[in-house]
């Protein structure tokens, strides 16, 4: 078996390494006790059109979480847009704002998983996802879910686009694999960065990269969750672990494809 950087960073995250998410010390008491117990529309509330950027940065990330899990159709689509809204109204009161930078990334991503492939390259998400990212590492070069969304970024390219989307992108499965082996090593407690790592390695070949899979999901469920939203996400690594521990590829493979397809 191949040496694996997750594997050494599996054994690493024992001693204790942790590094805190980026925070939204602004945000208010009332909005993040609100986000951590997934009252995501109390979070809107809270914060409101008129918010400072981590109040808006915030709400972009509340109706993030919501459109994640959300099905198909109108009430997804509005999520989006309110999470783009908020996310580019926090960067126009705070220009580089590290969360609503990564908020906005992650609303790309989910703009593109409504559309197919080349549209969404046409349209210039893909481009944009990538652009965001790599301000917010400028940014904050140690925050783990910028590397993280990295790492997503080049392995999500890989599998909707191929050979010829990574030549037009610049994309490279290994450097979202480095991405995100940096992503855990700055945090190998976050359940939703472990998550997210297992998930896009399965969808991309759940056989070649079994491996690397296999220890991301051992690190999102040896978490501690601070919110529902890793929690959610943590859920979900429970989910596919047990179904590929008891051989059913075919129900983890549905979970993991639900995910990264809407």
């Known amino acids: 078996m191949r040496a694996l950087p997750i594997a050494r960073i599996l054994a690493a995250s024992m001693v204790g390494l942790a590094l805190p998410a980026m925070a939204l010390a602004d ?27 981590d109040g808006l940065a915030l709400a972009a990330k509340a109706r993030n979480a919501q459109a994640i899990f959300s099905e198909a159709g109108p009430y997804r689509t509005g999520l989006i847009a309110d999470a783009r809204r908020y996310s580019e109204a926090a960067l126009a009161v705070e220009p580089g704002h590290v969360e609503a930078l990564l908020q906005l990334s992650i609303v790309t991503w989910l703009e593109g998983r409504e559309l197919g492939p080349w549209e969404a390259y046409s349209r210039g998400l893909v481009g944009l996802g990538r652009e965001l990212i790599e301000e917010a590492i400028e940014q904050a070069p140690d925050e783990p879910w910028a590397h993280a969304l ?80 890793e929690a959610a996400l943590q859920d979900q690594a429970r989910e596919i672990a047990s179904h590929l521990e008891a051989g059913e590829e075919a129900a983890a493979m549905a979970l993991v494809m639900r995910f990264v397809e809407g």
């Open 27 to 53: 945000a208010g008491p009332a909005a993040m006790a609100a986000f951590t117990a997934g009252d995501y529309d109390i979070v809107i509330a809270q914060t409101g059109e008129n918010a400072d950027a």
């Open 150 to 229: 990295l790492g997503a970024w080049n392995l999500e390219v890989a599998r909707r686009g191929g050979r010829s989307a990574m030549m037009m992108t610049g994309a490279r499965i290994s450097r979202g694999e480095r991405a995100f082996a940096h992503a855990l090593e700055l945090d190998p407690h976050d359940a939703a960065i472990s998550t997210q790592c297992a998930i896009s390695y399965l969808s991309l070949n759940a056989e070649r990269y079994a491996d690397e899979a296999a220890a991301c999901l051992e690190l999102a469920l040896a978490a501690p969750v601070e919110d529902a939203f």
